[in-house]
T-cell receptor, first 115, second 108 residues
Framework: EAGVAQSPRYKIIEKRQSVAFWCNPISGHATLYWYQQILGQGPKLLIQFQNNGVVDDSQLPKDRFSAERLKGVDSTLKIQPAKLEDSAVYLC?????????????FGEGSRLTVL | KNEVEQSPQNLTAQEGEFITINCSYSVGISALHWLQQHPGGGIVSLFMLSSGKKKHGRLIATINIQEKHSSLHITASHPRDSAVYICAVSASYDKVIFGPGTSLSVIP
């Protein structure tokens, strides 16, 4: 079974530039999560999708971050414009029926460095 | 007070030692997850449990729903067990709440 795929693995940009991350969850997984993990800290939820609907985006900085999950499969997370404090690893996770009944599967993450 | 807490925050052990990491939570949950993250690596799910005990190799996870407490045990620890261990709970509306993590270092 293929795991959660993310790309790119690494990205370095200047502040005020834009960046996009892509995630392809495990086939059949209805729930998709994007997390931000700053070095030395635990993951922080940015957005949670159930199929192609948003369940929770309360911690997504909507002035600069956006995410979509067209057709309820893969998802993109965009940052525009980036700030220095956005330097982090962006983790995508998926679950069959959400965390309620489903095991969490994580991608390798996309490491962003903003200079 | 954080909804999910872990102890200890950092742990150093000698190879072969028995290790216990504790997790306590204050919200109603439907499941608890133990996750492992190696330095610079992704996160791997070790266990998902809602009651009782699970065992996989040298790892054992237990949960006491009444006391809102879970433990992760590692028997015969090995340097390759060095990682951050994260307790996370599935709360209402599929929300997943993460603990702060326990950084484990096993010395040969």
């Amino acid at each position: 079974e293929a795991g959660v795929a993310q790309s790119p693995r690494y990205k370095i940009i200047e502040k005020r530039q834009s960046v996009a991350f892509w995630c392809n969850p495990i086939s059949g997984h209805a729930t998709l999560y994007w997390y931000q993990q700053i070095l030395g800290q635990g993951p922080k939820l940015l957005i949670q999708f159930q199929n192609n609907g948003v369940v929770d985006d309360s911690q997504l900085p909507k002035d600069r971050f956006s995410a979509e999950r067209l057709k309820g499969v893969d998802s993109t997370l965009k940052i525009q414009p980036a700030k220095l404090e956005d330097s982090a690893v962006y983790l995508c996770a998926s679950s069959y029926m959400g965390g309620v009944t489903g095991e969490l599967f994580f991608g390798e993450g996309s490491r962003l460095t903003v200079l | 007070k954080n909804e999910v807490e872990q102890s200890p925050q950092n742990l150093t052990a000698q190879e072969g030692e028995f290790i216990t990491i504790n997790c306590s939570y204050s919200v109603g949950i439907s499941a608890l997850h133990w996750l492992q993250q190696h330095p610079g690596g992704g996160i791997v799910s070790l266990f998902m449990l809602s009651s009782g005990k699970k065992k996989h190799g040298r790892l054992i996870a237990t949960i006491n729903i009444q006391e809102k407490h879970s433990s992760l045990h590692i028997t015969a620890s090995h340097p390759r067990d060095s990682a951050v261990y994260i307790c996370a709970v599935s709360a209402s509306y599929d929300k997943v709440i993460f603990g702060p993590g326990t950084s484990l270092s096993v010395i040969p």
